[in-house]
């Protein structure tokens, strides 16, 4: 069977760009502190399953930069050779480096960062740049310029934009087109626990016709069946690796007995609770892709068994709202 029977691929707002129903994220688990073998085969098993978007970024490992260098080896001892069937994509605007041009949205950082970033990667080009965050300090003609300016090189086929709040993604949106690179993607935190997209973002994204990739659908593994019985010595909340991964003294009572309670609906729809957060989230047809973050080869086929999901009643989709609120 051919990599490209089974999955979806969706065309990312008005671009000519197809983007697969699901990406794989390099955030965790592919960094120099993680098993190198595993990290290759979780890339080679997502490319066998269709899945042709590798989303990265500078600050991805840890150590920052690592998770790129993992992906460049990856590339070098074999993927490369399906570069043209790859879309591979690099931010820049968190932390990354010492000094005043390390981080936010400056021509100096988001340059040298995008030149670092396809050093680690050792590859010409990024598919996809991306601003990481807003700068409040910057103007955002000047990142957008810069954005620009790197499609002009050739150093990024496309750029979009993350974690922009919909009134300044409209503005970005607009100078974009006006430098004639539309923005590609807008790149937010969306899941049952975190629906802030609904609030303007997801239609702004449809009136432009930009695409919409999220991330952290799963809430870093709160709504999967990894912490309904605790928190395992394995997980990602109990492995301390910072750069924003979920700690276990994050996790609330409220989130374990919602994550159990959900479980249960889930099986009862014939699912894991992975299955049917993703499948929520794919229920609004302004979503292109969903970003997979894995830790295991398991996870990423029991994750794909999402794209085989019924659409929800709309009894369930008020159980789950309803489910969202007594455990809120
Ligand atoms: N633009 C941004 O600012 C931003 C921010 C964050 C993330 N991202 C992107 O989004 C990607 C995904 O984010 P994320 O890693 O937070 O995603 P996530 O999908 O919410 O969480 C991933 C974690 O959930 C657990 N998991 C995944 N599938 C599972 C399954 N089927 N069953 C049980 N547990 C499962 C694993 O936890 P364990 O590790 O404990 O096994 C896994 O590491 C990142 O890699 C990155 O590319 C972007």
Known sequence: MSRYDKMHYN???LSGLLLPTFSLGLWHNFGEIDDYQNAKEL??????????HFDLANNYGPPPGSAEITFGKILKEGLMNYRDELIISSKAGWPMWDGPYGDW???????ASLEQSLKRM???YVDIFYHHRPDPNTPLEESMRTLDLMVRQGKALYVGISSYYAAETKKAIAILNDLGTPCLIHQPKYSMLDR???????????????????????????????????IPKDSRAASGR?????ESGQIQPNEIALANALNEMAQQRGQSLAQMALAWVLRDKRITSVLLGVSRKEQLLDSLKALEAGPFSQEELTQIDQLLQTHS
């Open 196 to 230: 802030w997209v609904e609030d303007g973002l997801l239609n702004v994204l449809d009136e432009e016709g930009v695409g919409c990739i999220t991330f952290s659908s799963l809430a870093q593994g709160l709504l999967t069946n990894r912490y309904i019985n605790g």
């Open 242 to 246: 910072g750069n924003g991964a979920i």
């Open 11 to 13: 065309r990312c707002g």
């Open 43 to 52: 890339v080679h098993l997502s490319f066998d399953q269709g899945i042709t």
């Open 122 to 124: 050792q590859i010409d």
């Open 105 to 111: 949205g400056s021509k100096k950082h988001l340059m």
